[in-house]
């Protein structure tokens, strides 16, 4: 199962870091404040609105990765399992 979702996490960061779509302005502050445990909407609260790049549910695990990324192409992204932050990732975050 690990594997699964480092596998989706490692495809999600290559998609946005090459897409770039979005203007958000996060920073490693904001970044930091994200902790394992965490409802998205505690996120939302942090963060704003995030890009829903991946979601998938295997054996009734529901799994969905959210990205946001900077103009500058700084960028990071939360993985959401059942609900509730599992981890995060920052590429550039200043």
Known sequence: MKK???S???VSIIVFTLAGC???KVNMEMYNKIQNGMTYEEVVNI???????????VA??????YQWVNN???NMNV???DGKVISKAQ???K
Do not use: C, H
């Open 22 to 24: 979005s203007s958000s």
């Open 8 to 10: 989706i996490l490692l």
């Open 72 to 74: 500058d192409g700084s």
């Open 60 to 65: 009734g695990i529901k799994t969905a990765i």
């Open 91 to 93: 590429y550039g975050l």
């Open 4 to 6: 699964i979702i480092l």
């Open 47 to 57: 963060l704003g609105e995030g890009e829903e790049v991946s979601s998938s549910e």
């Open 79 to 81: 993985t959401i399992q």
